[in-house]
């Protein structure tokens, strides 16, 4: 069956680095997703990895490792506006190629 | 702006209540989702349509019944809701390419919050 875990609260004060880390077990693993949330609002993509490694954009970075069922997103120079839900999702082969979410992580920016 | 519309935003209803909710894709995307938003839960899959054929019923009540009468619109009528059925009901669409080349990201409306009394 699909898993994913990701903690449920983080803060952080504007200005510095916060580190987001997802975990996930699937039968198919074909892609890991990060949306951001905020409240009230519709999720937004933000990264996409589906090999090992770093993906940079901006003031956002995401990272995979595939034999440890692990990701992270990066949130460098935070921003008030930063405050959200970030959602870790994994597409998976053994579920019709369709997305499978974890439960959010709520990131609190803190002036 | 996501390219997902979705209406009403907002909508109550009492438990003998006939409604639905619309959602519309203005981004020629080829499959679009039903998706349900509860307090501290994951996003629960519900429906999946690719291609406007239903391709995913995820063990969801007969009291939704999804409708996807072209690719761009996709509708969920609800009939004889319970209370724990009050939630965020999120609609999506991706862009499918061919088996084992999934990647598309998904694109969300901004939901419609449903309240059954």
């Known amino acids: 069956g699909q898993n994913i875990d990701q903690p449920t609260e983080m803060t952080a004060t504007e200005g510095a680095i916060v580190q987001i880390n997802c975990t996930y077990q699937?039968?198919?693993?074909?892609?890991l997703f990060w949306y951001q949330q905020h409240a009230g609002e519709a999720p937004t993509f933000l990264s996409y990895?589906?090999?090992?490694g770093l993906e940079e954009k901006g003031r956002f970075s995401s990272f995979l490792s595939r034999s440890k069922g692990y990701s992270y997103l990066l949130l460098k120079e935070l921003q008030m506006k930063d405050s959200a839900s970030y959602l870790c999702?994994?597409?998976?082969?053994?579920?019709?190629?369709?997305?499978?979410f974890g439960p959010g992580t709520r990131l609190s920016v803190l002036p | 702006e996501t390219g997902v519309t979705q209406t009403p935003r907002h909508l109550v209803m009492g438990m003998t209540n006939k409604k639905s909710l619309k959602c519309e894709q203005h981004?020629?995307?080829?499959?679009m989702y039903w998706y349900k938003q509860s307090a501290k839960k994951p996003l629960e899959l519900m429906f999946v349509?690719?291609?406007?054929?239903?391709?995913e019923n995820n063990s969801v009540p007969s009291r939704f019944s999804p409708e996807c009468p072209n690719s761009s619109h996709l509708f969920l009528h609800l009939h004889t809701l319970q209370p724990e059925d009050s939630a965020l009901y999120l609609c999506a669409s991706s862009q499918e390419g061919l088996a084992g080349t999934n990647t598309g990201e998904l694109f969300f409306g901004e939901g419609s919050r449903l309240t059954v009394l």
């Open positions: 981004l020629g995307h080829n499959a």
């Open positions: 349509y690719s291609l406007e054929e239903r391709v």
């Open positions: 990895n589906v090999l090992d």
């Open positions: 999702a994994v597409r998976d082969l053994g579920y019709g190629q369709n997305f499978v």
């Open positions: 699937t039968s198919g693993f074909n892609g």
